[in-house]
C-alpha cells in the first residue's frame, strides 16, 4: 500500500504562484511514477502533469511553460509549481503514484484563483 498526503493548496489571485506537495509513504519502492490531476466543477479529471522514476516530465498544453513537476526521492515528495495561474486553473488537485499492479490517490487539495 502507498499513502499519499497532498499540501499546499489556497486562495491566489490571478497570476499569482502555489507549490503543491504530495508526500509518499509505505510501499514507496513500488512506485515508477507519479502524477498531479485536477478536477474544476462539473468536468471531468484532468492529467496535469506526470514524472517518471528517471524524472521524464509530461505536461498538459493549457499548463506548459507554467506548471513544474518535480520529485525529491530522498523526500518521497513530488512537487507541482504552478506559476503564472489563472481563473481556469481553480480545480481540486490530486496526486496520483503508480506502481505495477495498482495506482493510488491522494486526498486532492483545493486550488482557487480569484481576484
Known amino acids: 500500500q502507498v499513502q499519499l498526503v497532498e499540501s499546499g493548496g489556497g486562495l491566489v489571485q490571478p497570476g499569482g504562484s502555489l507549490r503543491l506537495s504530495c508526500a509518499a509513504s509505505g510501499s514507496i519502492r513500488s512506485i515508477y511514477a507519479m502524477g498531479w490531476y485536477r478536477q474544476a466543477p462539473g468536468m471531468q479529471r484532468e492529467l496535469v502533469a506526470s514524472v517518471s522514476g528517471g524524472g521524464t516530465t509530461n505536461y498538459a498544453d493549457s499548463v506548459k511553460g507554467r506548471f513544474t513537476v518535480s520529485r525529491d526521492n530522498a523526500k518521497n515528495t513530488v512537487y507541482l509549481q504552478m506559476n503564472n495561474l489563472n481563473t481556469e486553473d481553480t480545480a481540486v488537485y490530486s496526486c496520483?503514484?503508480?506502481?505495477?499492479?495498482?495506482?493510488?490517490w491522494g486526498q486532492g487539495t483545493q486550488v482557487t484563483v480569484s481576484s
Open positions: 496520483k503514484a503508480f506502481s505495477l499492479t495498482n495506482h493510488y
